[in-house]
């Protein structure tokens, strides 16, 4: 296997491993189900109908069209409900936008124990809801403030005994399932919430104030919250709220029709929060908090913020904030810390609230520093899988809520904000798993890059690296090619020739040529790169053992198995005893070496080693991983060199199905199974079975690398075979014309 290098992690294979876990023994919770807040009114009518609605989707939508009235709370208090009466599994997923959702079902299939590294997010949710669909009985899934009800309708299990709340204030969430729709209080809710909340039992008051904020939840717990911290009456309250100027702070959009007196309920929240917090960090911490994701944030990562005054002082800010109603603590699985999540509302009113005070770019600032001094403490992404992905969706939400108010001018915010999505592209690189995402995401920064720092700038050709890695790992290696040509030639004139990040370049683009089917000029470029490598670095550095293993495979490629055997034997020496017998680049190196012997006859050498290699890959990353499927592969090949046959393909049959179940009939390591299943099937006279899977293969390849690439042209080349040689069998599967 062929291994690039990113832009800011050093090295890692194409794709990242991600230890498939074992299935966990009893309920199992995912996500972050909010607490119960204080006062929760339980509104036993709206829960009676969750209770009874039974296998399905129920769609928890508010009739009004606004936030604020208390669905994601009924959806918790549900959930908490269905976890206490010890149900299999209650998972909570944020539903915002399609990347959360696949995250949020990706944890799920953690917690499950049916993920696999190097899966992409999608496929990985796919496959929760289809175990949902299979085994979904006391099942619970929350998809919790949709917004798009076509990104959330291809997770949603469409059979089974699972049942699905959706929470939503969209009209067209409704065609999801089972309406329950949400009202804000009625006036007897309201009382006696204010009641509970507050301990006054003025009726009159109560009534006057309940309807000033429109019996809004959400606004009546901000009001409880001042109220009950400052002594404060009905009436005084009342008044203070009319009196302040907050209605410019939250202007009216479509879709928002919010009573009059939410946004000062909030800012009086805030105010008095603020009036009493000696330390002046809860609206630091707030305004931080509405930079960043919906979702919820890690309270570890908020002590990034408080490094001169500890975690302590952070979390004594955030009870204030707590007790004030501006956030709450969401309940976590056991592997998670507790989540510090704002209502969406509270959010936006403190980010015009910073707006307004001019102070937006200022947290802005501190808030990259957080996330850079996070991710500095992360390591290597795939070490911390959860931890990486919610930084990289706090880098997106920050550049969301950021970019509209960062100017020109405010250039160390600027650079610091592109600094945060570099690396969030990266790392989604060197996750492995969300090869679209990182396109997505790698696009416009590219842009912006250039478009704020210049075309030649260090970030600037740094980004361009990594998209082409992402184009490449998606399959789209004619794209990945000329960006990669192009970032070595800006990399060679700007920094040198033997600059480190030249050099990676070079590695990239050889492994890159080889990937293309220009064997003569990776090799060129590869040889040229390990010398250039050994002589800066050093012969043991890993990323002179990289290049060397890149070259090694070149030359397999271009049948100089000679010299590929010798560089494999010296690259495994050489990692066996720089990175340990167990590290992913050690296996890979003892998994390729196996395939050299196997091509160039030395059967016995190739089946031992594969053997080993399997049972190591099994042992540490898992029975499903993408690269124990190739493992088992490979030593199917080897047994078949052997001429063990029936072995073979029973082996090769058994992984496809494995391969099909757990990656899909789209990833590389399918595709490269279906060749070989058809291809062993067409050698022992099985045309007819060989031909539907070689044309499975060819559209395959067709899809991911185009007409003219040469592993299309070998998968053509194979069909075409195998259909003349059903042709003079007189097999029926030619007769019939089969279409490719």
């Known amino acids: 296997m062929p291994e690039i290098q990113g832009g800011q992690f050093g090295d890692h294979n194409l794709q990242i491993n ?11 919770v995912a996500g972050n189900v909010p607490q119960a807040p204080p006062a929760f009114q339980p509104r036993e009518d709206l829960m009676s109908r969750l209770r009874a609605a039974g296998p399905g989707v129920s769609v928890v939508r ?3 069209g606004m936030r604020g009235v208390g669905k994601t709370q009924l959806a918790a208090a549900y959930a908490r409900e269905c976890i206490d009466a010890g149900w299999r599994l209650v998972a909570w997923v944020n539903a915002e ?31 929760v809801r289809n175990r949902l669909e299979a085994d979904g009985d006391r099942c619970l899934l929350v998809f919790d403030n949709v917004a798009d009800p076509d990104a959330v309708r291809p997770y949603v299990p469409s059979a089974g005994k699972s049942q699905v709340v959706v929470t939503s204030v969209q009209a067209s969430a409704l065609a999801l ?6 009202d804000v209080f009625t006036e007897e809710e309201s009382l006696g919430f204010l009641a509970e909340r507050t301990g006054r039992h003025d009726s009159d008051g109560a009534k006057a104030l309940a309807g000033e904020v429109g019996h809004l939840p959400l ?33 009216r959009t479509k879709g928002d029709p919010y009573p009059r007196g939410v946004a000062e309920a909030i800012l009086l929240s805030i105010d008095a929060v603020i009036a009493v917090d000696p330390a002046g960090r809860c609206g630091d911490l707030l305004a931080m908090i509405s930079l960043l994701s919906p979702d919820g944030v890690e309270r570890p990562l908020l002590y990034f913020a408080e490094s001169a005054n500890g975690a302590e002082a952070a979390d004594e800010a955030l009870g204030r904030l707590a007790d004030a109603s501006l956030l709450t603590f969401s309940g976590a699985a056991e592997s998670r810390e507790p989540a510090v999540t704002a209502h969406r509302l509270v959010m936006r009113v403190a980010r015009e609230r910073c707006i307004q005070d001019a102070t937006l770019t200022a947290v802005g600032a501190e808030t990259c520093a957080m996330l850079a001094a996070a991710a500095g403490s992360l390591g290597e992404p795939w070490q911390h899988r959860t931890a990486a992905r919610d930084l990289v969706r706090h880098v997106v939400a920050l550049n969301d809520h950021l970019r509209p108010h960062v100017h020109a001018d405010d250039k160390a915010l600027t650079e610091a904000l592109l600094d945060r999505r570099g690396w969030a592209l990266s790392c989604l690189n060197a996750l492995g798993d969300s090869a679209a995402q990182a396109i997505e995401l790698g696009e416009p920064i590219v842009a912006d890059d250039a478009r704020a720092l210049g075309e030649h700038h260090p970030m600037t050709l740094a980004a361009r690296s990594d998209l082409a890695m992402a184009y490449w790992v998606s399959g789209r290696v004619d794209e990945a090619v000329p960006l990669l040509e192009r970032t070595l030639a800006d990399r060679e004139r700007v920094l040198g020739e033997e600059h480190p990040d030249t050099l990676s370049s070079r590695n990239n683009l050889g492994a890159a040529y080889r990937a293309a089917g220009q064997e003569y000029e990776a090799i060129q470029m590869l040889e040229r790169t390990l010398a250039d490598r050994v002589r800066v670095l050093g012969e043991d550095h890993p990323d002179t053992l990289m290049t060397q293993n890149n070259l090694a495979m070149a030359y397999h490629t271009a049948d100089r198995n000679g010299e590929s055997i010798a560089l494999h034997e010296r690259t495994l020496a050489a990692r066996m005893r720089v990175l340990g017998e167990d590290h992913p680049d050690t296996l890979e190196s003892r998994s390729n070496l196996a395939e050299t012997y196997r091509v160039t006859g030395w059967w016995i050498q190739a089946v031992q080693l594969s053997q080993d290699v399997l049972a190591d890959r099994v042992r540490v990353l898992g029975e499903n991983h993408p690269r124990t499927l190739l493992s088992r592969n490979n030593l199917a090949l080897a047994h078949w060199t052997a001429r063990r046959e029936a072995v073979a393909i029973q082996m090769l049959e058994e992984t496809l199905a494995d391969s099909l179940r757990v990656l899909g009939g789209e990833h ?3 595709l490269t199974l279906l060749q070989h299943v058809a291809f062993l099937y067409e050698r022992v006279g099985r045309a007819d079975e060989a031909i539907p899977l070689f044309e499975m293969t060819l559209a395959g390849r067709r899809r991911g690398f185009g007409e003219e690439h040469w592993t299309t042209a070998i998968a053509r080349k194979n069909l075409e075979i195998a259909r003349q040689e059903a042709a003079r069998r007189g097999d029926d599967s030619a007769r019939l014309g089969w279409s490719s």
Do not use: C, W
């Not at 990347?99 to 993920?115: E, K, T």
């Not at 901000?222 to 009456?233: D, H, Y």
């Open 18 to 28: 991600l230890f498939a876990g074992e299935a966990p023994r009893g309920p199992v």
């Open 219 to 251: 606004a009546l717990a901000q009001a409880a919250a001042v109220i009950q911290a400052q002594r404060l009456t009905y009436p005084v309250y009342l008044n203070r709220l009319n009196e302040h100027p907050a209605r410019k702070y939250l202007s």
């Open 177 to 182: 399932g089972n309406p329950a729709p949400v």
């Open 97 to 127: 936008d399609t990347p959360s959702i696949v995250s949020g079902l990706a944890m799920v299939a953690d917690r499950l124990g049916i993920s696999s590294r190097g899966t992409d997010l999608e496929l990985v949710a796919t496959h």
């Open 668 to 670: 590389e390591t399918t």
């Open 62 to 64: 508010a009739v009004t």
